[in-house]
């Protein structure tokens, strides 16, 4: 029997104003995204992209200047985190943007699974993560973190609450 195929999800505009909204909220009101230095670079309704630039201060091993595990760890749940704002943001699409971005006071992760397959090294890193599942409580994602190649150094899995 051949695989049951997926229509294609049709793509997500959002508002200058939601995008805006939610770029003030992820790279500047959480405090801890700003130190890391994530940056959004594309924001879909189930898929998002961002990127981190290498620092001194995010180095985990001196030696061969890699970054440190934990940055990746926070990074693939901050996008995540990111990509269910998107998905809730596309869900509620007939609401305005400011109601949207106030649907993401409860956002919390419950669970978050890393494996690491490479050593971080480089200068830039790029990111991205989809939401696999939005339910009315729990919302599933799945996370990359790549060199600035597209190599995949790491994947993540995770599981937030949304309500």
Known sequence: MPPISRAPALPVQFEPEFVAGVREIFEHRIPFNALLGL????IGGERVHGHL???PELVGHFVHNRIHGGVISACLDAMGGLAVMAAIGARHLDEPP????HRFGKLGTID???DYLRPGIGE???LEAEVLRLGS???STRMSFLDAEGKLLASGAAAYIVS
């Open 39 to 42: 940056e959004i670079d594309d």
């Open 53 to 55: 630039a290498m620092r």
């Open 98 to 101: 400011f109601q949207r971005l």
């Open 112 to 114: 978050l699974r890393v």
């Open 124 to 126: 830039r890193f790029l």
């Open 137 to 139: 409580r729990v919302a």
